[in-house]
C-alpha cells in the first residue's frame, strides 16, 4: 500500500511540479461518480434506440422515453395502415405464406378471430346495409340458397334432403306468386 502512495506521489510531482500533497489527497478521497455512456440519465436504462437518416445520426432515445413518446404521440391509424399496405405490396408472396402458416398452425384461434370479425362487421351500420343488398339480389334473382333456406324454413326437410326438382319447384312457385301480385295491383289502379 505504500509503495502505491508513494507512486502516486511522484507521479503528482513529475505533472504538476508540486509537493502540496493536501489538495492531492482531496482529489484521491474525494468521490468522483463516472456516467457511463451507455446508462441513460433520465431513466438508468441501458437501452437505446439510435434511428439514421442518410447515413447520419438521426435520434438517440432512451427505452423509456421512447414508449412515453410513443404513448403521448399515438401514430396517425391512416399513416400506420399505408404503412402496412406498402410493405404488404412489397412483400405480397412472404406475406401470403407467413399468413396461411399462421392459420394452419392455429386453426382453432383462427376460426374464433374471423367469425368475430364478421359478427362485427354485419352488426356495423355499413355490414347491415351490405348484408341487406346481398340478400335482396338473392330474392331478385331467386337464387338456390335462397330457395333453399325458404324450404327448409316451410318444412320439416334437412338440407340434404333437398332436390335440384324441388328448388326448380319452389322457383316456379315463387314466380307465380309475383306475377299475381303485380297483376293484382295493376288491376286496383
Request: aromatic share 10%; with cysteine; charged share 30%.
Amino acid at each position: 500500500m505504500m509503495h502505491i502512495i508513494e507512486i502516486l506521489v511522484s507521479w503528482w510531482i513529475f505533472h504538476w511540479g508540486s509537493s502540496e500533497m493536501g489538495s492531492f489527497f482531496n482529489l484521491i478521497i474525494m468521490p468522483t461518480i463516472d456516467i457511463p455512456d451507455k446508462i441513460c440519465p433520465h431513466c438508468g436504462g441501458t437501452k437505446y434506440y439510435i434511428r439514421y437518416k442518410n447515413g447520419k445520426l438521426h435520434s438517440k432515445t432512451c427505452h423509456t422515453k421512447m414508449i412515453a413518446t410513443k404513448k403521448r404521440n399515438p401514430e396517425d391509424p391512416v399513416k400506420k395502415a399505408i404503412r402496412r399496405h406498402k410493405y404488404y405490396l412489397d412483400n405480397k408472396e412472404s406475406s401470403k405464406l407467413k399468413s396461411v402458416k399462421w392459420q394452419k398452425e392455429n386453426i382453432d384461434r383462427y376460426k374464433i378471430i374471423s367469425n368475430r370479425a364478421v359478427a362485427k362487421y354485419q352488426s356495423s351500420k355499413k355490414g347491415e346495409l351490405m348484408l341487406y343488398k346481398y340478400e335482396k339480389t338473392k330474392r331478385l334473382i331467386l337464387a338456390d340458397d335462397y330457395i333453399i333456406r325458404l324450404i327448409i324454413d316451410d318444412t320439416d326437410l334437412k338440407f340434404s334432403d333437398v332436390t335440384p326438382e324441388l328448388i326448380e319447384l319452389k322457383r316456379k312457385q315463387l314466380l307465380l306468386h309475383r306475377q299475381l301480385k303485380s297483376n293484382k295491383w295493376q288491376v286496383k289502379q
